[in-house]
C-alpha cells in the first residue's frame, strides 16, 4: 500500500499532515450546531453544505477502495463520513417541517441517487484500470468545481481595494493544505489526488499576494447605506466554501433575516474530493456575499 508503505516515508508523513489538517477542518461547524442544540433551532441554516460534504467523502472512499492502495484516504473520509452524517442528524432533530423535507430530498437526489449512478456506471461501463482512471476524473471535476467559489471574494478584494473579507489565516491554510495533499499524491504518484491541489494552491497563493497589496491600502467607499425605513427586507445568503482534504465539503448557509431585537445565531467558525482547500472561502465568501447583496 503506497500510502503506509515504509517505502514511502515522506508520502505518509504528508499524508498523515493531511489528515490532522482536513480531520479539524470537518470539525469547523462545531460551533454553529452547538449553537442549534442549545437553542433548539436550525436558526436559518441550511443542510446543503454537510450533504454536499458527506457526498464528497463517500466518493473518495469509494476512489480510494478501487484504487486499493490509498488507506489515507480513507482514514480521513471514513471520520468525514461519520462527522458529517452526525451533523446531518442533529440538523433534522432541530429543523422545522419543511427544512426536513428539503434536506431528505437532497439526501436522496445526490448521496442515494448520483453516488449510485456513478456506483452502476463505473461498474458496468469499465473494469479494472480503466474503472480507476474514470472515477479518478469523476472527482477531480467535482473539486474543480468546488475550487472556483473563492473568485467572488478575490473578485470583492480588487474592487474593495480592502482585505477584510479575506483573512490572511484562511488563506495561509488554504495554501498549506493544498501543497499538503499536493505532495502526498505526487509522492504516491496519483494524479487524481495531486492535480486538484495545483488550482488550490495557485489560489491560495493569488489571496496571500492580494492580503500583502492591499492589507495597506485605503478602501475603497462602502456600497452606499438603505435606510431602513426604506430598506427592503430580503433574505441574506450566507454562502461558506470549504474543501476538506481529500474529500471536498461546501457550506452554503441561508440565514433568514432576524426580527429585531433577537439575538444573531453563532455562525461557522470556517469550513475541505481530492485534496484539501481548507475551506478557503468559509469566512471570506461569507462576509463577501454580504456586501455584494446590499
Same mark, same amino acid.
Not at 504528508?14 to 489538517?21: A, D, K, R, T, W
Not at 443542510?47 to 467523502?57: E, G, I, K, Q, R
Not at 435606510?227 to 448557509?253: M, R, S, W, Y
Given at each position: 500500500?503506497?500510502?503506509?508503505?515504509?517505502?514511502?516515508?515522506?508520502?505518509?508523513?504528508?499524508?498523515?499532515?493531511?489528515?490532522?489538517?482536513?480531520?479539524?477542518?470537518?470539525?469547523?461547524?462545531?460551533?454553529?450546531?452547538?449553537?442549534?442544540?442549545?437553542?433548539?433551532?436550525?436558526?436559518?441554516?441550511?443542510?446543503?453544505?454537510?450533504?454536499?460534504?458527506?457526498?464528497?467523502?463517500?466518493?473518495?472512499?469509494?476512489?480510494?477502495?478501487?484504487?486499493?492502495?490509498?488507506?489515507?484516504?480513507?482514514?480521513?473520509?471514513?471520520?468525514?463520513?461519520?462527522?458529517?452524517?452526525?451533523?446531518? +442528524?442533529?440538523?433534522?432533530?432541530?429543523?422545522?417541517?419543511? %427544512? =426536513? #423535507?428539503?434536506? *431528505?430530498?437532497?439526501?436522496? &437526489?445526490?448521496?442515494?441517487?448520483?453516488?449510485?449512478?456513478?456506483?452502476?456506471?463505473?461498474?458496468?461501463?469499465?473494469?479494472?484500470?480503466?474503472?480507476?482512471?474514470?472515477?479518478?476524473?469523476?472527482?477531480?471535476?467535482?473539486?474543480?468545481?468546488?475550487?472556483?467559489?473563492?473568485?467572488?471574494?478575490?473578485?470583492?478584494?480588487?474592487?474593495?481595494?480592502?482585505?477584510?473579507?479575506?483573512?490572511?489565516?484562511?488563506?495561509?491554510?488554504?495554501?498549506?493544505?493544498?501543497?499538503?495533499?499536493?505532495?502526498?499524491?505526487?509522492?504516491?504518484?496519483?494524479?487524481?489526488?495531486?492535480?486538484?491541489?495545483?488550482?488550490?494552491?495557485?489560489?491560495?497563493?493569488?489571496?496571500?499576494?492580494?492580503?500583502?497589496?492591499?492589507?495597506?491600502?485605503?478602501?475603497?467607499?462602502?456600497?452606499?447605506?438603505?435606510?431602513?425605513?426604506?430598506? +427592503?427586507?430580503?433574505?441574506?445568503?450566507?454562502?461558506?466554501? %470549504? =474543501? #476538506?482534504?481529500? *474529500?471536498?465539503?461546501?457550506? &452554503?448557509?441561508?440565514?433568514?433575516?432576524?426580527?429585531?431585537?433577537?439575538?444573531?445565531?453563532?455562525?461557522?467558525?470556517?469550513?475541505?474530493?481530492?485534496?484539501?482547500?481548507?475551506?478557503?472561502?468559509?469566512?471570506?465568501?461569507?462576509?463577501?456575499?454580504?456586501?455584494?447583496?446590499?
Amino acid at each position: 500500500m503506497g500510502g503506509l508503505s515504509l517505502q514511502h516515508p515522506w508520502a505518509f508523513a504528508f499524508g498523515l499532515l493531511g489528515n490532522v489538517i482536513s480531520f479539524m477542518t470537518y470539525l469547523a461547524p462545531l460551533p454553529t450546531f452547538y449553537q442549534i442544540y442549545r437553542s433548539k433551532s436550525t436558526q436559518g441554516f441550511q443542510s446543503v453544505p454537510y450533504v454536499v460534504a458527506l457526498f464528497s467523502a463517500m466518493l473518495w472512499i469509494y476512489y480510494a477502495l478501487l484504487k486499493s492502495d490509498e488507506c489515507l484516504l480513507i482514514t480521513i473520509n471514513s471520520a468525514g463520513c461519520v462527522i458529517e452524517t452526525i451533523y446531518i +442528524i442533529i440538523y433534522l432533530t432541530y429543523a422545522p417541517k419543511q %427544512a =426536513k #423535507l428539503f434536506t *431528505a430530498k437532497i439526501l436522496l &437526489l445526490l448521496n442515494v441517487g448520483v453516488f449510485g449512478l456513478i456506483l452502476l456506471l463505473t461498474l458496468l461501463l469499465s473494469e479494472g484500470e480503466k474503472r480507476v482512471v474514470m472515477l479518478g476524473w469523476v472527482c477531480v471535476g467535482f473539486s474543480v468545481s468546488v475550487f472556483v467559489a473563492p473568485l467572488s471574494v478575490i473578485r470583492l478584494v480588487v474592487r474593495t481595494r480592502s482585505v477584510e473579507f479575506m483573512p490572511f489565516s484562511l488563506s495561509l491554510s488554504l495554501t498549506v493544505s493544498a501543497v499538503v495533499w499536493f505532495l502526498y499524491g505526487l509522492l504516491i504518484k496519483d494524479k487524481y489526488v495531486a492535480l486538484p491541489n495545483i488550482l488550490g494552491f495557485a489560489f491560495g497563493v493569488i489571496q496571500m499576494g492580494l492580503y500583502a497589496l492591499y492589507r495597506n491600502a485605503m478602501p475603497s467607499p462602502a456600497p452606499k447605506q438603505v435606510d431602513d425605513a426604506d430598506a +427592503i427586507k430580503v433574505p441574506e445568503h450566507v454562502i461558506h466554501i %470549504a =474543501k #476538506l482534504g481529500p *474529500a471536498a465539503a461546501i457550506e &452554503l448557509n441561508t440565514h433568514n433575516p432576524m426580527e429585531r431585537g433577537m439575538p444573531p445565531p453563532m455562525e461557522d467558525n470556517g469550513l475541505a474530493c481530492a485534496s484539501d482547500m481548507t475551506k478557503g472561502g468559509i469566512d471570506m465568501v461569507e462576509k463577501a456575499t454580504r456586501v455584494e447583496q446590499v
